[in-house]
């Protein structure tokens, strides 16, 4: 039986015997990010993998939710920090001329007008004073068709249109997940879980500890048609250049724009947001065509389908990691990421926060890690996201072999297979 207490009012189903319809060894729930590279990490490392994801497409926010900017992939001290995954699938978009980030000679450099140059295109952030960032705008259908790839080549399952629902736990194991989509509810039997869904659905369903934060929503938008300034214009309105020719992306949102804070794991708040940011994102659209040099012929032509939730559930696992672990090294780093509005300093990611307290068949990747409030806001970005992804599919690959606890499984193998797979530890 699941954790989760019920309400009182609740209903007993009539019909509760579900199918069976698979026994992967690594199951991961949510195709984001984090979830991608988990399904990939875990599949490279000899797993049978099925990966679930609730919409059509891999990516989640950095995707369909239009966040298309990797910040960042360095320390802001001239060294790459994020490798693995993530600089893989900088690659494969490179190979399509869909991205677009500073050569390394440049990274660190504090020349006034390269900064204003790659602030442009949305790859320098935070209070100065600043250098350039090894950061990457990217093109969205890029990275969903690069993901397609990766998980191709890697024979990961991918069941899209399916949400992941219901953990059945007994003891301290997750021993089947109830799935839903077309044909209706089924199960699935997995020895190992990754919890990649952004929001920690299946350690909340399974009554893990949790933080929940209430933060105000986003829609970033692209429009087509705007004429840019010339590079030694002023920039008038925030938007960014892009590598679509032609596009420019608007980071519309926020404390400024919304009216206030939703729970993003409730469905009404959810819901009347997304009404609500579609008007306002066309009202700030036709304020940019008449009030924006250069935009008077522009037109949205793509809004995100999906809000943009900076934070929702973090897991309090076995280690919360705060912001006195800044630069701090540990003994089972599993991940490391600078800050994209910091210079010089990184996190180590422990192992530990990815393990919630009271499962020993889970591991969780992305945005949800046991983090508090200030670290997530470098955590939570979708290189950091990629880097515990990776971390957490090479666990549970490791982990299925001998059994499916993932606590049992050898740091030093751990943090050797994920250096031999190019990831970047302290
Ligand atoms: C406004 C905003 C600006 C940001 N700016 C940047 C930036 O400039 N650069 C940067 O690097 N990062 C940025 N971030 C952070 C970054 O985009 C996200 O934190 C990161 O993409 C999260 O990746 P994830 O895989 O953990 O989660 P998500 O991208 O949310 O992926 C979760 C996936 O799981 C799926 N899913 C969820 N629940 C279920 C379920 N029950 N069953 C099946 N599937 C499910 C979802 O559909 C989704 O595909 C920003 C975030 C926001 C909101």
Same mark, same amino acid.
């Given at each position: 039986?699941?954790r989760?207490?019920?309400?009182?009012?609740?209903?007993?189903?009539?019909?509760?015997?579900?199918?069976?319809?698979?026994?992967?060894?690594?199951?991961?729930?949510?195709?984001?990010? !984090?979830?991608?590279?988990?399904?990939?990490?875990?599949?490279?490392?000899?797993?049978?993998?099925?990966?679930?994801?609730?919409?059509?497409?891999?990516?989640?926010?950095?995707?369909?939710?239009?966040?298309?900017?990797?910040?960042?992939?360095?320390d802001?001290?001239?060294?790459?920090?994020?490798?693995?995954?993530?600089?893989?699938?900088?690659?494969?978009?490179e190979?399509?001329? %869909?991205i677009?980030?500073?050569?390394?000679?440049s990274?660190?450099?504090?020349?006034?007008?390269?900064?204003?140059?790659?602030?442009?295109?949305?790859?320098?952030?935070g209070?100065?004073?600043?250098?350039?960032?090894?950061?990457?705008?990217?093109?969205?259908?890029?990275?969903?068709?690069? %993901?397609?790839?990766?998980?191709k080549?890697?024979?990961?399952?991918?069941?899209?249109?399916?949400?992941?629902?219901?953990?059945?736990?007994e003891?301290?194991?997750?021993?089947?997940?109830?799935?839903?989509?077309?044909?209706?509810?089924?199960?699935?039997?997995?020895?190992?879980?990754?919890?990649?869904?952004?929001?920690?659905?299946?350690?909340?369903?399974?009554?893990?500890?949790?933080?929940?934060?209430?933060?105000?929503?986003?829609?970033?938008?692209?429009?087509?048609?705007?004429?840019?300034p010339?590079?030694?214009?002023?920039?008038?309105?925030?938007?960014?250049?892009?590598?679509?020719?032609?596009h420019?992306?608007?980071?519309?949102?926020?404390?400024?724009?919304?009216?206030?804070?939703?729970?993003?794991?409730?469905?009404?708040?959810?819901s %009347?947001a997304?009404?609500?940011?579609?008007?306002?994102?066309?009202?700030? !659209?036709?304020?940019?065509?008449?009030?924006?040099?250069?935009?008077?012929?522009?037109?949205?032509?793509?809004?995100?389908?999906?809000?943009?939730?900076?934070?929702?559930?973090?897991?309090?696992?076995?280690?919360?990691?705060?912001?006195?672990?800044?630069?701090?090294?540990?003994?089972?780093?599993? !991940?490391?990421?600078?800050?994209?509005?910091?210079?010089?300093?990184?996190?180590?990611?422990?192992?530990?926060?990815?393990l919630?307290l009271?499962?020993?068949n889970?591991?969780?990747?992305?945005?949800?890690?046991?983090?508090?409030?200030?670290?997530?806001?470098?955590?939570?970005?979708i290189p950091?996201?990629?880097?515990?992804?990776?971390?957490?599919?090479?666990?549970?690959?490791?982990?299925?072999?001998?059994?499916?606890?993932?606590?049992?499984?050898?740091?030093?193998?751990?943090?050797?297979?994920?250096?031999?797979?190019?990831?970047?530890?302290?």
């Amino acid at each position: 039986m699941p954790r989760g207490s019920l309400p009182s009012d609740s209903l007993t189903l009539p019909n509760s015997r579900v199918p069976v319809v698979a026994r992967p060894d690594v199951l991961v729930a949510g195709g984001g990010s !984090a979830g991608l590279s988990a399904a990939v990490a875990a599949a490279r490392n000899g797993a049978d993998v099925l990966l679930l994801e609730r919409f059509s497409y891999l990516g989640g926010l950095a995707s369909g939710g239009l966040i298309i900017l990797l910040l960042t992939m360095d320390d802001g001290a001239g060294r790459q920090a994020v490798g693995g995954l993530c600089q893989e699938l900088v690659d494969r978009m490179e190979r399509r001329q %869909a991205i677009y980030y500073p050569p390394r000679s440049s990274w660190n450099d504090p020349d006034p007008k390269l900064v204003e140059h790659y602030a442009r295109w949305g790859l320098v952030w935070g209070s100065g004073p600043h250098r350039v960032r090894y950061s990457v705008a990217f093109d969205p259908q890029a990275f969903v068709l690069a %993901a397609d790839e990766m998980v191709k080549e890697a024979a990961v399952r991918v069941l899209y249109q399916t949400w992941a629902c219901e953990p059945v736990v007994e003891g301290r194991t997750v021993t089947a997940l109830v799935i839903q989509n077309k044909a209706g509810r089924q199960a699935i039997i997995p020895k190992v879980v990754i919890d990649a869904t952004g929001d920690g659905d299946i350690i909340a369903a399974a009554g893990e500890r949790f933080e929940l934060e209430r933060v105000h929503p986003w829609l970033w938008f692209l429009m087509s048609g705007a004429q840019l300034p010339e590079p030694s214009a002023e920039r008038r309105g925030l938007y960014f250049q892009t590598p679509g020719k032609g596009h420019v992306l608007v980071p519309w949102g926020g404390e400024a724009r919304t009216t206030h804070k939703i729970d993003a794991t409730n469905p009404d708040e959810v819901s %009347a947001a997304l009404a609500e940011c579609r008007q306002l994102v066309a009202e700030e !659209a036709g304020r940019l065509k008449q009030g924006t040099p250069g935009f008077e012929d522009a037109y949205v032509s793509m809004t995100a389908d999906q809000l943009g939730i900076t934070e929702s559930r973090r897991l309090q696992g076995e280690y919360v990691m705060t912001r006195d672990d800044l630069d701090r090294e540990f003994p089972d780093a599993i !991940a490391r990421t600078g800050h994209w509005t910091k210079y010089d300093c990184v996190y180590n990611v422990p192992y530990r926060s990815l393990l919630p307290l009271g499962l020993d068949n889970v591991l969780v990747a992305g945005r949800c890690i046991s983090v508090d409030h200030r670290v997530h806001h470098a955590t939570k970005e979708i290189p950091p996201c990629m880097a515990t992804g990776q971390a957490a599919g090479t666990a549970a690959a490791l982990a299925a072999r001998e059994g499916g606890n993932v606590r049992q499984v050898p740091v030093s193998t751990l943090r050797k297979r994920l250096l031999e797979q190019a990831a970047i530890l302290g």
